[in-house]
């Protein structure tokens, strides 16, 4: 066995033998005996007072065991559901979540009720016949009005709807003082749908007996679910086990604890007997955590030779009817506005606002593809005011790969990079000189070619215990790992993290074998179950995994190694210190005949004659805390074709070219890429969550929320660098959310490239055919000219004389919640779009905010 | 009032006493206990639910399980071969890097199947086409058209040198 090669091996992934002959074992695939059903009764309404629930028609029904409201579960349920400080720790207004409602509902979908019966039909058919009156209240839907005095509260006992306002940094007085040109922009990021392919499924099982709880859920961290759900069910860890076996897909959306993550392991302890509860797709549209849902007002300054100064940014986030637990990571966003460049100063400032919609929480990237795709925008906004290639100001302005470690503007620190690099072979592949050419040909012939560049970093491999405890409310991000060395030599592995879809049995595996030298095949990797391994896990997101969970394997695994040359040492009658490891043995340097293998080790590990002063066993735990987070990078170029007669996009080229450090597999790390890539083109291009003014979820199936198919995917062009992190021993960096975070600037940037004869600077997400249409159909009635957006009615945000009149004051850090329509916040100017209006163009009147929640009815 | 229905269910014979609204896919995960059918939604959209029904693909939530009275029908879990051997399309997902947290696949694999059996080799069209009514969130697509266009050739391959065998 080639030993040392297989990290940066394509080794092919041992979950799949199971998973395409269907012997996957997801949640929902397990049954217990006497297992009974939930289904839970949701509110219809978005934000009501409930009066009266009746529910002896459906205690009465076939098949039902039991009806529970909030009064039932009181006593079994204690406490409010966790909300992690994350990136904000001066909340303000933070209403306590309980698991169901009871005297008022806060989002459509929000349980109200619980039927537990025989059988999933049974549940399903009494579940009807509970009667709910409710008393209808406003619905709050619009941030901006919010967050002015006197509007409607999310809930009836709030003080007022701002879950947090925190200013992180506000001074860009000399940054733009300094500036030729300042460029101003309002940027929108719809609500998305994380959409894991399996939705949320959850059984409990209570032993009665000896107090013993197990829930199986499918769920990307398992070890936070028992801490939370252990707690408030008053269940202690050593009782409480969690398994998440199979899981379908996670996105973000199976990290925080959900109401049904308490209320059927309740059920179950009420009942006495195991309930299951499967969501279905409707539920997981409407009730599972959205992503995004923000809003950005952002300003940059700099020179017209390219140099970018300054910049401000604000960024209003949707936190739905609760701040989710992990909610308010998304305000990392406000950390990196400035990217991989060098600016002097950015002022950033955050504000959550509670609504009467399902709250928002992670979603793949959260937060990280908001930045990048804030900045990339307003580079090209800023390049194409200044007459300058897009590339160009990158290149004028990038982090240079001599200045690492380099510490940004908020004191964050990036390890390694060679941003210029990574573009640079991402022009060359997608031969941009040649495209530049052929769109001047083609913008002859009328037609709308375009190209958008995105160049990218990102913060993950969380995270250091000193940054992540207090973002967590005390308990550190680090990962546990337990390698054990059975006698004859096969290892076990137990991780922290967990795997829905990375392939970690397949990476760690092969990080096991080169650590260890036996064969890759005499290795098992296990995770998602808490009664196995080490006493805590982290779980899996933030691209976290292989820096901090793969850092941690190779602890323990070291330690077990160093372990097994002493006893080899002994075994061989040497000096510790003369015996070297070497493939797999232990050998006397000098000697090389006089040596041990590592399963001849094992064995003797178990056995007699150790040194005097050594244990039994070879086995090792390690806890691994990173010194920083890990910084991946990269550069994506999308070219499109837009089609003036419809407005529909065709993406013509797609190029990426990404840094991730140390690839330990370079098949799975590309197949990342792919997944990542194709929901940030979803983003730009398809998928948008649309409420009604009442708070009606208007996309709330398949049919409604555009989910790409096949069809609309392009072909990837991938290629990569690889520059080291030096934060890791390993030298790796996180790839997870890399393909999201990159590719939303990039295909808007090119639609934008592609409509700029036609005066637009800017679309919002996503840039669909309709919008698109209009866009087009309204500038070419007007006659609008080339490149003149001064000319355009209304005056565009991107302009630079509006903005400069701006410089100087500090509109990012000062309050602005006074404002009524008439006065809205800096950026809205025009069509009174409110918060989720579109800013910097001219929408068409019924575009004014369809995709966020103005009053107004999206275009669905 | 439960019905009887007999069907042939990878080439067993199995009766059983359903109601008339069983969905079939749900007769075949909690009847049969054959849950490599999966569900992914509730609207048709998905196609994780897709097995073979007389040969031809269908969403097995689309159908009840009373339609299926008399029908053969195949799912993932009778794709391989008797002795355990994986279906040449099942080998290519394994290959290509078809699928990640493989809640799809089944359904993937299935349509795949029916799409080789019409069309031994399709285009990149055809295949986008073909599997238009299945979704998956993980891979982008990318890895699942290789897979397919690698399990075609490998049919083909077999066919030729095995006349008797085609037919997918």
Known sequence: MAISTMIGAKIHRREDPRLVRGSGRYVDDLSLTNCAYLQVVRSPFAHARITHIDSDAARRAAGVLAVYTAQDFV??????????????????????????????????????AVVVAATRYQAADAAQLVSVDYEPLPAVMDLEAAIQEGSPKAHLDLPDNLAWDLTYADDTQRSFSEAEVVVKQRILQQRLVPMAMEPRVIMAEWRQADGNMTLWLSSQNPHFIRLFVGGALGIPESRFRVISPDVGGGFGSKISPYPEDYLVPAAARLLGQPVKWTETRTENIQATTHGRGQVFDVELAGRRDGTMLGMRVTQYLDCGAYVGTFGAFQACACLLPGQGYKFQQIASRTVGVLTNRVPTDPYRGAGRPESTHLCERMVDIFAAEIGVDPVEVRRKNFIQPDEFPYTNNFGLTYDSGNYEGTLNRALELAGYERFRQEQEAARKEGRL????????????????????????????LTESSHVRVFPTGSVSVYTGTHSHGQGHETTFAQLVADTLGVPYDSIDIHHG????????????????????????????????????????????????????????????????????????????AYGMGLPEDMELGLEA?????????????????????????????????????????TVINPMIVEGQLHGGIAQGIAQALFEEV?????????????????????????????????????????????????????????????????????????????????????????????????????????APATSGELATGAAGGSTAAEPQHGGTSEAPLPGSEGEGGGLWGTGGEAPPPHEAGPQLGNNQEGNS | MKHRIAVTVNGKEREAEVEPRLLLVHFLRDNLG??????????????????????????????????????ELKTIEGLAAPDGE???????????????????????????????????????????????????????????????????????GAAQAQPAASGA
Not at chain 1, 88 to 102: C, G, L, N, Y
Not at chain 1, 531 to 555: D, H, N, Q
Not at chain 1, 752 to 780: N, V, Y
């Open chain 1, 75 to 112: 006593e079994v349920i204690s406490g409010a559901m966790p909300v992690a400080p994350a990136f904000v720790a001066e909340k303000k207004t933070v209403p306590d979540r309980r698991p169901i409602a009871a005297e008022e509902t806060s989002y459509q979908g929000e349980p109200v």
């Open chain 1, 449 to 476: 070619l375009g190209i958008g560049v995105s160049t990218w970093i990102e913060i993950c491999g969380f995270g250091p215990s000193a940054a992540t405890a207090p973002a967590t409310g005390g308990l550190a």
């Open chain 1, 529 to 604: 179950d808490t009664a196995e391994g080490p006493a805590f896990g982290y779980g899996t997101y933030g691209s976290r995994s292989l820096a901090v969970g793969g850092m941690s394997i190779l602890k323990a695994a070291q330690k077990v190694r160093e372990k097994a040359r002493k006893i080899a040492a002994h075994m061989l009658e040497a000096a510790d210190e003369d015996v070297i490891f070497d493939q797999g043995h232990f050998a006397v340097k000098g000697s090389p005949d006089k040596r041990k293998t590592f399963a001849e080790v094992a064995f003797a």
């Open chain 1, 621 to 661: 735990v390690a806890y691994f805390d990173p010194p920083n987070f890990v910084w991946p990078f990269g550069a994506h170029i999308c070219a499109v074709e837009v089609d003036p007669a419809t407005g529909s996009v065709e993406l013509l080229k797609y190029v990426a070219v990404d840094d991730c450090g």
């Open chain 1, 690 to 794: 649309v409420y009604d003014s009442e708070g009606t979820l208007k996309t709330g199936t398949l049919l409604d929320y555009s989910l790409p198919t096949i069809a609309e995917m392009p072909k990837l062009t991938l290629d990569s660098t690889v520059t080291p992190s030096p934060t890791n021993e390993l030298g790796v960096k996180g790839i997870g959310e890399a393909g999201t975070i990159a590719s939303s600037a990039a295909v808007i940037n090119a639609i934008c490239d592609a409509l700029s004869p036609l005066g637009l600077k800017h679309i919002d997400m996503p840039a669909s055919p309709d919008r698109l249409w209009q866009q087009i159909t309204e500038r070419q009635g007007k006659g609008v000219s080339s490149g003149d957006g001064a000319t355009q009615p209304p």
């Open chain 2, 34 to 71: 054959l849950t490599g059918t999966h569900i992914g939604c509730d609207t048709s959209q998905c196609g994780a639910c897709t097995i073979h029904l007389d040969g031809k693909a269908v969403k097995s939530c689309t159908l009840f399980a009373v339609q299926a009275q008399g029908h």
């Open chain 2, 86 to 156: 994986l279906h040449p399309i099942q080998q290519a997902f394994w290959d290509e890097h078809g699928l990640q947290c493989g809640y799809c696949t089944p359904g993937f694999i299935m349509a795949a199947a029916y799409l080789l059996d019409q069309n031994p080799s399709p285009s990149e069209d055809d295949i986008k086409k073909g599997l238009e009514g299945n979704l998956c969130r993980c891979t982008g697509y990318v890895n699942i058209i290789k897979a397919v266009q690698t399990a075609s050739r490998t049919m083909s």
